[in-house]
């Protein structure tokens, strides 16, 4: 009797989940703070599904997984909601729409990119990119750098990334070293057996340099997925370490202009996989670069949420997050001063960066309408030196 009522609740709950994460997915521009709290508003001001405590809660399970922060959060917030279907649906909701998006543009920069305004278009959008991963790299900072210790390791990591270090090695030797001194400064040491981590150092061999083809993609992209702490930002590191030096796929233009695609997109800056897959494979190679970056989050969600209240009690997960963390800011810094050798070539690019990065930082300008202005800024010269 109680059967029909019950499936009917279920269904109702599970269609909520499907409208918000499709909407949000069409519509979540600003990155992943952005996305964070407009959930937020979804969720706990406007639907009350949970309430703020529980909402802060699943937000640092996922800041003690890999993945991308705001695409876990929807998937928490669909498990907690309407069950596994509801993992499954708000994930893919929140993904999808970016994931048409980006596919479509990779498209049109394959068809029209060697035309010169889009050389143009580009050249005045990469600067905004540099300065938006600035400004990022600012905000992250001011919370990651949590006294000396975090500050020198994040030093560290910069200057070894710098000179040729392995990007995966420094972030779990970065992430196991504070945890080490951690537990050296609060005695600890009893209780290291529990913490958990994936000791992925050794694929460096396994992803050298070779031909492309989709089962590569594929398991570089599940890698890189399974691995990456921190903002959306840090897959830049991970993207150039593998796709331009290890694998020689891209170069450092095309990575610039599928990070600015990333930028401009609604939804996950992790589409980024599915513009790269395009240029690399087509369609096929959007698919299956998307589906590579993305699964281990799924899965790590599933696993890891009925344990949420005892990773957040522990201060082991704590410590080995702020290693993460700090390495992640690192590696992020590295990459932006590499990309600023590409995108920075002469004194509007610069100027369009100091801009971008004042305006951001001083006046929150929604970065998709800096990067509006960027491109604009491009045409704008080619027009005048045309």
Known sequence: MDEKPEHSSRQKE???????????GFTAFGGPAAHIALMRDEVVARRKWLKDPEFLDLLGATNLIPGPNS????????????????????GACFIIPALLIVTVLAWAYVRYGAAPEAGWLLYGIKPVVIAIILQALWNLGRQAVKGLLTGLVGITVLVLYLIGFNEIALLFGAALLVMILYGIQHRRFSGLKSVWFFPLIGLKAFFAQAPFSLPLLFFT????????????????????????????????????DAIAVGQVTPGPVFTTAAFIGFLLGGVPGALVAALGIFLPSFLFVWLVNPFIPRLRRSPWTGALLDGANIASLGLMAGVTLQLGQVSLIDPLTILLALLSAFLLLRFKVNSVWLILGGGAAGLLKALLTG
């Open 14 to 24: 599970l269609s909520e989940v499907i409208r918000l994460f499709l909407r949000l």
């Open 71 to 90: 695409t876990e959060m929807a998937i928490h917030l669909g498990y907690l909601r309407a069950g596994l279907p509801g993992l499954l649906a708000a």
């Open 221 to 256: 992209f599940i890698k890189i997925g399974s691995i990456l702490y921190g903002s959306g930002y840090v897959l830049l590191a991970f993207l150039r370490a593998d796709f331009v030096e290890r694998l020689g796929w891209l170069n450092e233009a095309q990575l610039i």
